[in-house]
């Protein structure tokens, strides 16, 4: 194959590995009932004029699997935290005592696990939309390396390759969900 099929295919794979990645990053935020410090990731405070990640101003940590504590470094900070998390979205109750922020994660009723899967189906399908759009790039490519002298043959085990690229990296974005979606029906 030729160095710009060579780069075609390199250049989808990391398409690829991004939509997996980003997919990834989206159901972690997806709470399965579970304290997980990475759950507050989308949070971030503004503190002394610029705006910083929660983590780079806090201690994190889960001292049971349903609590986050979170200890701010300044305590000047503590209402600010309190704030961000009560808007986040996220369904937390913060718990502010003065020096540091409880939050207890509820237990999952059955139509909050449905409602969470439904979610993570949602990020899933998303995610195979960026497989296949990487592999729509991909095949324009092609289409355009033969249009300028690229033979049919190498055309050809192109769009073969890319495709068992998109089928290799459906195949991931499904077994991701699928740990997911189990993880959420677990009790």
């Not at 398409?15 to 304290?35: D, N, P």
């Not at 889960?62 to 998390?85: F, G, Y």
């Not at 502010?96 to 696990?113: A, F, K, S």
């Not at 289409?143 to 495709?163: A, Y």
Request: charged share 30%; proline share 4%.
């Amino acid at each position: 194959m030729t160095e710009e099929a060579e780069m075609c295919l390199e250049m989808t794979e990391d398409s690829m590995k991004s939509s997996l990645k980003h997919l990834e990053s989206e159901l972690h935020k997806i709470r399965a009932g579970k304290a997980n410090p990475s759950m507050l990731d989308s949070i971030s405070i503004d503190n002394y004029g610029s705006v910083m990640p929660l983590n780079q101003v806090a201690n994190i940590s889960t001292p049971d699997p349903r609590t986050l504590v979170i200890q701010p470094w300044d305590k000047a900070n503590l209402v600010l935290i309190e704030k961000e998390i009560t808007n986040s979205n996220l369904g937390l109750n913060p718990q502010n005592d003065g020096t540091i922020i409880r939050l207890n994660i509820p237990i999952l009723t059955e139509e909050r696990r449905m409602d969470l899967i439904k979610q993570s189906k949602a990020e899933a399908e998303d995610a195979k939309v960026g497989v296949r759009n990487a592999r729509k790039d991909a095949n324009h490519e092609a289409d355009q390396l033969e249009k300028d002298g690229l033979s049919e043959d190498i055309t050809k085990k192109l769009m073969d390759k890319i495709q068992d690229l998109t089928n290799q990296y459906t195949k991931l974005v499904d077994d991701v969900f699928y740990i997911k979606e189990k993880d959420i029906s677990s009790i």
